[in-house]
């Protein structure tokens, strides 16, 4: 496999395993070489030099005991022998010492041997017969003087002693060289360690720098190309596969923001020549709106002079000519003087109807519970004749035009009392709670309700559910009341739950000022 093509966590571990072992191989050389220098100082420190001394003690103890028996010799004193028993007792130990020291050194153990052999044949040749005769035949002083076979036995015995401690001490120079190298090889090994330990820091430095640090400098550079607005750039990486994938990545996702960009770009412009021509729509649609108001508004009050006179002359030849006619021209007399009313009505609502929000007065504080109450007395003597019951609970005060709103609340109870049920005293409920930041009023009765299917037709401007004859009116009550709550910035529904009568429910803004004072209601169950 190329190397070029590795990952960079690959380069890495390979690098550390290279580095591992080296220092492996290091280690165990040190391990053995620091092994050699500790046995060979032990050697040196607890053999070779005690061995040492132990020669030059037995040399010491040799002169000793030749000393003692010449003295004994002379005097023939057995106290003269003391000093030659101890230092044979000495010698004896020495030997066995020396014996146990040099036990691994077969050369020198047998020095050791060979010295035993010299020191016993004096004893045993020279002076164990000298001590016998003159412990017979009493001191001499002929007897003390040193002969050639004493003097060759003695001189045999220390040559030995001497060659011990020759080759002791040749032998301890070479293990202290020995301990001396093996040093110096500790120090070259842990100097070669230090060297690639250092050399693998400088080696990892580099590659991080070259795998690493520069690929992603010169990443960092193509994407702040990029990120100045320069989107079409494309961005190439180098070094180890995880930034060269990481790169084509990056332009991966270069390539799909620029492509959505370029496409809210293109939908920004759409918006844009959509709001544009919505707002000349909504221009135009408000100029169109003010113009139909204006004309509705002039139309309705221009046909009020006509219509009056219409209808003025059409009721005077009901007065005058009833019942001078045959049967039939006094029905279309009828028909024409109830046409002209009904056509005064709906021109009266329509004018009512354009005026919604084109006069007005402003918005003032305004207490609900006061424009119910004169609501209702708009219909007192039609509650009385039926018995009807009209209740509410404590209602809020907001902002808006107390005509519309008493509007508003005269059509809702006219309705009310309108639509009522043959079979039921009337019952009318107003009642109010707050949602969030509005408040949502409520009129409920108990009449003869409104199919599901109609609960948004009945809000159309002069759509009937009914019939002239069975209910009488012009269709534009409940349109009325609707623009008037989106005047005021609310919106009207009727409740589908209601399963008797019809339940109106419509919101209006809680004030701002007044948002703390309005916040508690009071809701009243009505039986």
């Given at each position: 496999?190329?190397?070029?093509?590795?990952?960079?966590?690959?380069?890495?571990?390979?690098?550390?395993?290279?580095?591992?072992?080296?220092?492996?191989?290091?280690?165990?050389?040190?391990?053995?070489?620091?092994?050699?220098?500790?046995?060979?100082?032990?050697?040196?420190?607890?053999?070779?030099t005690p061995a040492l001394v132990n020669a030059e003690q037995l040399y010491s103890q040799l002169l000793r005991q030749q000393t003692s028996v010449r003295t004994f010799l002379l005097t023939g004193k057995e106290s003269d022998l003391d000093t030659y028993k101890a230092a044979q007792q000495s010698e004896t130990e020495i030997l066995a010492d020396s014996e146990r020291l040099l036990s691994d050194e077969p050369d020198l153990l047998a020095a050791v041997h060979d010295i035993a052999a010299a020191t016993s044949q004096y004893r045993r040749?020279?002076?164990?017969?000298?001590?016998?005769?003159?412990?017979?035949?009493?001191?001499?002083?002929?007897?003390?003087?040193?002969?050639?076979?004493?003097?060759?036995?003695?001189?045999?015995?220390s040559d030995r002693i001497n060659t011990l401690r020759t080759a002791l001490s040749t032998r301890r120079d070479a293990v202290a060289a020995q301990v001396r190298s093996s040093g110096n090889m500790l120090i070259l090994l842990l100097v070669f360690a230090g060297i690639v330990i250092i050399v693998a820091g400088v080696a990892l430095a580099l590659l991080l720098r070259r795998l690493v640090t520069r690929p992603v400098t010169e990443l960092a550079a193509e994407v702040r190309i990029v990120a100045a607005g320069n989107y079409d750039h494309e961005i190439t990486g180098g070094g180890p596969p995880e930034l060269a994938a990481l790169a084509a990545d990056v332009d991966t996702m270069r390539r799909r923001i620029n492509t959505e960009l370029q496409d809210v770009v293109?939908?920004?412009?759409?918006?844009?020549?959509?709001?544009?021509?919505?707002?000349?729509?909504?221009?135009?649609?408000?100029?169109?709106?003010?113009?139909?108001?204006?004309?509705?508004?002039?139309?309705?009050?221009?046909?009020?002079?006509?219509?009056?006179?219409?209808?003025?002359?059409?009721?005077?030849?009901?007065?005058?000519?009833?019942?001078?006619?045959?049967?039939?021209a006094d029905q279309y007399i009828a028909f024409a003087v109830d046409g002209a009313q009904r056509m005064q009505r709906l021109i009266n609502d329509l004018l009512a109807f354009s005026r919604i929000g084109r006069l007005t007065s402003g918005f003032n504080d305004i207490d609900l519970n006061t424009v119910?109450?004169?609501?209702?007395?708009?219909?007192?003597?039609?509650?009385a004749a039926v018995g009807a019951e009209i209740t509410f609970t404590e209602l809020p005060v907001v902002r808006g035009e107390e005509p519309l709103l008493g509007a508003l609340f005269s059509n809702l109870i006219g309705n009310a009392l309108k639509f009522r049920h043959p079979d039921r005293t009337p019952?009318?409920?107003?009642?109010?709670?707050?949602?969030?930041?509005?408040?949502?009023?409520?009129?409920?009765?108990n009449g003869i309700g409104i199919e599901p299917e109609f609960a948004d037709k009945v809000f159309v401007i002069f759509q009937r559910l009914?019939?002239?004859?069975?209910?009488?009116?012009?269709?534009?009550?409940?349109?009325?009341?609707?623009?008037?709550?989106?005047?005021?910035?609310?919106?009207?529904?009727?409740?589908?739950?209601?399963?008797?009568?019809?339940?109106?429910?419509?919101?209006?803004p809680v004030p701002v000022l007044d948002d703390d004072a309005a916040a508690p209601l009071l809701e009243e169950s009505v039986s």
């Amino acid at each position: 496999m190329n190397p070029t093509t590795w990952s960079l966590w690959r380069r890495i571990i390979a690098l550390c395993a290279i580095v591992a072992g080296l220092l492996g191989l290091i280690a165990v050389s040190a391990t053995v070489t620091a092994g050699t220098n500790r046995a060979d100082t032990t050697k040196v420190m607890d053999r070779l030099t005690p061995a040492l001394v132990n020669a030059e003690q037995l040399y010491s103890q040799l002169l000793r005991q030749q000393t003692s028996v010449r003295t004994f010799l002379l005097t023939g004193k057995e106290s003269d022998l003391d000093t030659y028993k101890a230092a044979q007792q000495s010698e004896t130990e020495i030997l066995a010492d020396s014996e146990r020291l040099l036990s691994d050194e077969p050369d020198l153990l047998a020095a050791v041997h060979d010295i035993a052999a010299a020191t016993s044949q004096y004893r045993r040749e020279i002076t164990e017969p000298l001590i016998a005769q003159t412990r017979s035949d009493g001191p001499s002083a002929e007897r003390a003087t040193p002969t050639d076979t004493s003097r060759a036995v003695y001189t045999a015995a220390s040559d030995r002693i001497n060659t011990l401690r020759t080759a002791l001490s040749t032998r301890r120079d070479a293990v202290a060289a020995q301990v001396r190298s093996s040093g110096n090889m500790l120090i070259l090994l842990l100097v070669f360690a230090g060297i690639v330990i250092i050399v693998a820091g400088v080696a990892l430095a580099l590659l991080l720098r070259r795998l690493v640090t520069r690929p992603v400098t010169e990443l960092a550079a193509e994407v702040r190309i990029v990120a100045a607005g320069n989107y079409d750039h494309e961005i190439t990486g180098g070094g180890p596969p995880e930034l060269a994938a990481l790169a084509a990545d990056v332009d991966t996702m270069r390539r799909r923001i620029n492509t959505e960009l370029q496409d809210v770009v293109e939908a920004r412009r759409l918006v844009e020549e959509a709001n544009r021509m919505l707002e000349q729509q909504a221009a135009e649609l408000t100029r169109s709106n003010r113009d139909l108001e204006q004309f509705a508004y002039v139309a309705s009050h221009d046909l009020q002079e006509p219509l009056r006179k219409v209808a003025s002359f059409c009721q005077l030849l009901q007065r005058r000519y009833a019942r001078q006619l045959d049967e039939r021209a006094d029905q279309y007399i009828a028909f024409a003087v109830d046409g002209a009313q009904r056509m005064q009505r709906l021109i009266n609502d329509l004018l009512a109807f354009s005026r919604i929000g084109r006069l007005t007065s402003g918005f003032n504080d305004i207490d609900l519970n006061t424009v119910v109450v004169d609501a209702a007395e708009q219909f007192e003597s039609q509650r009385a004749a039926v018995g009807a019951e009209i209740t509410f609970t404590e209602l809020p005060v907001v902002r808006g035009e107390e005509p519309l709103l008493g509007a508003l609340f005269s059509n809702l109870i006219g309705n009310a009392l309108k639509f009522r049920h043959p079979d039921r005293t009337p019952r009318i409920i107003v009642d109010s709670r707050r949602v969030g930041d509005e408040y949502e009023i409520s009129v409920e009765d108990n009449g003869i309700g409104i199919e599901p299917e109609f609960a948004d037709k009945v809000f159309v401007i002069f759509q009937r559910l009914h019939a002239k004859d069975a209910y009488p009116g012009t269709g534009i009550g409940l349109a009325i009341a609707k623009k008037i709550v989106e005047y005021h910035g609310g919106r009207i529904w009727i409740d589908p739950s209601q399963t008797e009568g019809t339940l109106f429910r419509f919101t209006l803004p809680v004030p701002v000022l007044d948002d703390d004072a309005a916040a508690p209601l009071l809701e009243e169950s009505v039986s």
